[in-house]
C-alpha cells in the first residue's frame, strides 16, 4: 500500500465564467438601453391631444422646415423641388414596411406637407405619421 502524502496542488481561479457573465451583462445593457434620437433641425412642432405612438427602431425621418425646405434624417435636399424629393423616397429604403415620419414645423405651409403626403403614397409607403408636441 502507498501511504505517501500527496502533495495538493494550489486552487486554480478560472476566469472563463466570470468573462462569460460580463459578456453577457454588456449584451444585456446594450439590447435594453434606449437611444433617443436628436434632430439637428430645429422646428416647433404642432400642439395635438393624444396618446403617444410606440417607438419604432427603424423609422425614415422626413423634416420640412418652416421655410418648406426638405430634410431625409437630418440631411438637407440637393435641391428643394418635389422630384428630388420623390426620387429621394423612392431610393431611400428598399423596405417599404419602414414607417415614414414627418415633422412639419407649425409654421411649414401646408401645401408642403400635403405633397409629401402624396409623392410617399406613390412612392409605395403604407405607414406614415405627422410628429407632434403635447400641449401644455
Same mark, same amino acid.
Given at each position: 500500500?502507498?501511504?505517501?502524502?500527496?502533495? &495538493? *496542488?494550489?486552487?486554480?481561479? %478560472?476566469? +472563463?465564467?466570470?468573462? $462569460?457573465? =460580463?459578456?453577457?451583462?454588456?449584451?444585456?445593457?446594450?439590447? +435594453?438601453? +434606449?437611444? &433617443?434620437? #436628436?434632430?439637428?433641425?430645429?422646428?416647433?412642432?404642432? #400642439?395635438? $391631444?393624444?396618446?403617444?405612438? #410606440? *417607438?419604432?427602431?427603424?423609422?425614415?425621418?422626413?423634416?420640412? $422646415? *418652416?421655410? /418648406?425646405?426638405?430634410?431625409?434624417? $437630418? *440631411? @438637407?435636399?440637393?435641391?428643394? &423641388?418635389?422630384? +428630388?424629393? @420623390?426620387?429621394?423616397?423612392? @431610393? %431611400?429604403?428598399?423596405?417599404?414596411?419602414?414607417?415614414?415620419?414627418?415633422? !412639419?414645423? !407649425? /409654421?411649414?405651409?401646408?401645401?408642403?406637407?400635403? %405633397? =409629401?403626403?402624396?409623392?410617399?403614397?406613390?412612392? /409605395?409607403? %403604407?405607414?406614415?405619421?405627422?410628429?407632434?408636441?403635447?400641449?401644455?
Amino acid at each position: 500500500m502507498n501511504f505517501r502524502n500527496k502533495k &495538493s *496542488k494550489a486552487p486554480d481561479i %478560472s476566469m +472563463t465564467p466570470m468573462i $462569460d457573465v =460580463v459578456f453577457l451583462l454588456l449584451i444585456f445593457f446594450m439590447v +435594453t438601453t +434606449t437611444f &433617443s434620437r #436628436e434632430s439637428i433641425i430645429k422646428v416647433m412642432l404642432p #400642439e395635438a $391631444d393624444g396618446q403617444q405612438a #410606440e *417607438k419604432q427602431n427603424q423609422a425614415l425621418m422626413l423634416t420640412i $422646415d *418652416k421655410l /418648406g425646405q426638405y430634410f431625409i434624417d $437630418d *440631411k @438637407a435636399l440637393s435641391d428643394n &423641388s418635389l422630384d +428630388t424629393l @420623390a426620387r429621394e423616397l423612392t @431610393a %431611400s429604403k428598399n423596405n417599404k414596411n419602414i414607417p415614414l415620419i414627418i415633422s !412639419a414645423d !407649425a /409654421g411649414a405651409p401646408v401645401q408642403s406637407a400635403i %405633397s =409629401v403626403l402624396d409623392i410617399a403614397s406613390t412612392a /409605395g409607403f %403604407s405607414s406614415i405619421t405627422f410628429a407632434t408636441q403635447k400641449r401644455e
